[in-house]
């Protein structure tokens, strides 16, 4: 009963990272646009594994290499940015991670068919190329951007699994760019202690200000896609006050300064709540669906 006691039990809640469950959900929500799937069980399970075991195995095996840069990292120990865990604690993940994810695959293989086991050895192979010891993409920029494109696959899952129709190829395009943009936004506020525990980053290499010119050309991309080749202006009209902030944020509040924990705790939750706005308006109409 150790195992499962109670401190343990918080230590992995605070892994799967629960103030990042809403950009998995988002990509979950994409393709079912429109559609009402409450009394469908595997909708559920869906967002069951989305959750907790998917964002569980992608953080836990990063924690579990990741050691000496989160033990010198303020964001770490927290619902919001994740587990700060002592090695006793980490030792618990590899058991815990095979345990769910061999349970949550084999059920969806049966249902899904065989077809399914491609995307989830695709799913693995690029948490194995980010985390591998010395050579892994976490710490050769810049392909740890594009081990991001692996959190994508929730989309082909959420299709496969609902039953929905295809999203178009100018929507992978955009949550490229966005996967892109997340991931540099996350290097910014961590480039403090991955300096001091010789990580290299894009945003070590490029410099604070640097990497956020970067993160706003990208996000300008973005709401030029939205309102010109999607037309839509409310969803196109929130990424733009977002580019404004982020204007302000490099030419007159931060600059290239670092920011404290605490407003990188409200920066945390502020983007939750835009998330889940976002998330709703695009099930709603269907933007990114060509609905």
Known sequence: MSFFRPSNLVFWLKVSRPGLWFPALWLYFLPLSGMRMWEDTSFWLGILFVTFPLNFIIYGWNDYVDYDTDQLNPRKDSFLFGAKGNREQLSTL???LAILQLGFYGYFIYYLGWESIGLFAALVLVMWAYNFPGKGFRNTPPLELFAQFGYLLIVPFSMMLNDTAEVPWLTYFYL??????SQLIGEVMDIEPDRKANRHTTATRLGIRNTKLLIILIVLVEVLLLMLAYGDFIFGGMLALGLVW??????????NRTYTLEQMKLFGVGSNLIAMASMIYVWWSGVLMGI
């Not at 490229?176 to 943009?181: C, E, G, R």
């Not at 982020?246 to 600059?255: E, H, M, N, Q, S």
Request: hydrophobic share 70%; no cysteine.
């Open 246 to 255: 982020l204007l302000l944020d490099l030419f007159v509040i931060y600059k």
């Open 94 to 96: 590899p058991p815990l």
């Open 176 to 181: 490229v760019l966005f996967a892109i943009q």
